[in-house]
């Protein structure tokens, strides 16, 4: 998973919001399994030999480990796909499953992504459908969103998405083709709790002579069918029995003022920076764009409110990077206080041009401050600078500020 992928985590509508946390919490823990290293050593499914994954698939068994989840969405997609890359997180590894393949369609591969999740609610129906996506309008980002009811009540949604950005160093075209199945926490459709599964397939058409007559190698009707198999029910009840029903989520940010925060950023930041204040107006958190002459960078502002029981504080944890090339550099210290201090600087680099900086402090009762500098201008934009315009060691001496403290207290 890159930096970028993690950026869009950050602004999406709430309905995608859910997914994509779903997605990245699995993804930062899912291990490569069944993985062809070159195309030369790929071989179709059919000629495959069965592995325990493939049994306990053809056998109807429950799919518990993120191999056996993968030979699960490979047995319901079409079977003349060439399978590449495969990866999965299963119920021996959480509640929260996933499973990913990439299939070669002779331009460069195609992904499939599955990401199964429950949440609590007393309500499944807020979310469901295409109202769940809130603001969108058809055309943004390519968006376009049908939705239907299923005999049993639960809601089908038939979701495109396009990105495309071309005027930057390394232009970009991606179309998305997602399939969304939302019901309750259990058979009852009144029953409190929802589940939703997603089915996404997607390409990227960069550098493709002509995107437009791109058509994918898995119709909408087939991923609705995969999508829609029992099994994936089943994986639910599953996740139920072995897990307990989903924990209630609650915003860990603080009741702080966004106003605060900025200002006391501004009254901290090095002299010499054009700093311009962020709209947003929710309590806990605010962003500014911060210029040191070589381009404007985005800085966002996290609070989290204290750990209530007898966990130890600790610092934020971050994903790990994919390719163990691309990491973070990071140090951190406890402070004489018990105060811990996080800082990392992660550079672009070739393959993501993002670039991102961040200093966390965690006081002893658990509440955390986070200031992320990142190379680009806004959550919409493109990185328009190499680097951020505060490294960690600036956001590091920023974020031990006394005048945080006197905020949170």
Same mark, same amino acid.
């Given at each position: ?39 030369? !050593? ?26 056996? +989840?993968?030979?699960?969405? /490979? ?38 992504? +599955? ?34 009811? +299923? ?8 979701? /495109? ?8 160093? !390394? ?6 083709? !997602? ?137 934020? /944890? ?8 691309? !990491? ?12 811990? +201090? ?29 200031? /992320? ?37």
């Amino acid at each position: 998973m890159s930096k970028h992928s993690q950026e869009t985590v950050e602004r999406p509508s709430s309905k995608r919001r859910l997914a994509l946390m779903a997605a990245v919490a699995t993804a930062a823990m899912a291990t490569m399994v069944a993985a062809s290293p070159s195309h030369a !050593e790929t071989v179709r499914l059919a000629e495959r030999p069965s592995s325990e994954g493939e049994r306990a698939a053809s056998e109807g068994e429950v799919p518990q480990t993120g191999e056996e +989840l993968v030979a699960t969405l /490979t047995e319901l997609l079409p079977q003349e796909l060439e399978i590449t890359e495969s990866e999965g997180f299963g119920l021996d590894e959480g509640p929260d499953v996933s499973a990913s393949l990439v299939a070669e369609d002779g331009t460069g591969g195609t992904t499939f992504d +599955l990401s199964a999740y429950r949440f609590a609610t007393d309500d499944w129906r807020e979310v469901a459908g295409c109202q769940g996506f809130g603001e969108l309008e058809p055309g943004d980002n390519g968006f376009t969103c049908e939705d239907t009811e +299923l005999p049993d009540g639960s809601i089908l949604s038939y979701v /495109t998405w396009e990105f495309a950005e071309e005027d930057i160093e !390394e232009p970009y075209h991606q179309r998305d083709w !997602e399939i969304w199945v939302e019901g309750p926490g259990g058979e009852s459709l009144e029953e409190p709790g929802g589940r939703t599964l997603v089915l996404t397939e997607s390409k990227e058409l960069s550098g493709l002579e002509d995107p437009d007559s791109y058509t994918p190698p898995v119709d909408f009707e087939q991923l609705a069918e995969a999508a829609q198999a029992p099994v994936w029910q089943q994986v639910f009840d599953a996740a139920d029995e072995q897990w307990g029903p989903p924990e209630d989520w609650e915003d860990p940010s603080t009741d702080i003022p966004a106003a605060e925060l900025r200002s006391t950023f501004r009254a901290l930041a090095p002299e010499g920076l054009e700093i311009i204040d962020g709209t947003d107006d929710d309590p806990g958190r605010a962003t500014l764009t911060v210029d040191d002459g070589n381009g404007p960078g985005l800085v966002d502002i996290t609070t989290a409110g204290p750990v209530e029981g007898p966990e130890e504080p600790s610092a934020v /944890t971050r994903l790990a990077p994919v390719d163990a090339a691309d !990491e973070p550099q990071c140090e951190d210290k406890e402070l004489a206080d018990g105060r811990l +201090l996080s800082f990392c600087d992660w550079a672009a680099s070739e393959d993501d041009p993002v670039a991102l900086s961040w200093a966390v402090v965690t006081y002893p009762d658990g509440s955390a401050l986070d200031i /992320t500098s990142w190379n680009s201008e806004d959550w919409e934009s493109e990185p328009n600078r190499v680097d951020t315009p505060l490294g960690a060691v600036e956001l590091a001496e920023i974020v031990i500020a006394d005048e945080w403290q006197a905020l949170f207290s």
